[in-house]
């Protein structure tokens, strides 16, 4: 019984160890979670401005038609 309780405090400090290293770095990081953040919304931006583009450009009739050729 006694090897059960150890194995088990053992396991529950290990858990408490990896959440405290968790939030630690959570805490600390606010800068890289900044720059993901704005370099995340860049490459939206991108994406939904190329998608309206594609939308909206269309090619004129021989310039870039390949039915021309």
Not at 6 to 26: D, E, Y
């Amino acid at each position: 019984m006694a090897f059960i309780m150890h194995f088990f405090g053992g396991i529950k400090s290990g858990v408490r160890r990896i959440w405290q290293l968790t939030v630690r770095n959570l805490k600390n990081d606010w800068h890289y979670k900044f720059k993901l953040l704005l370099n995340s919304l860049y490459t939206l931006i991108n994406l939904a401005l190329f998608s309206v583009i594609a939308e909206v450009v269309q090619p004129k009739i021989g310039a870039l038609a390949l039915g021309s050729i």
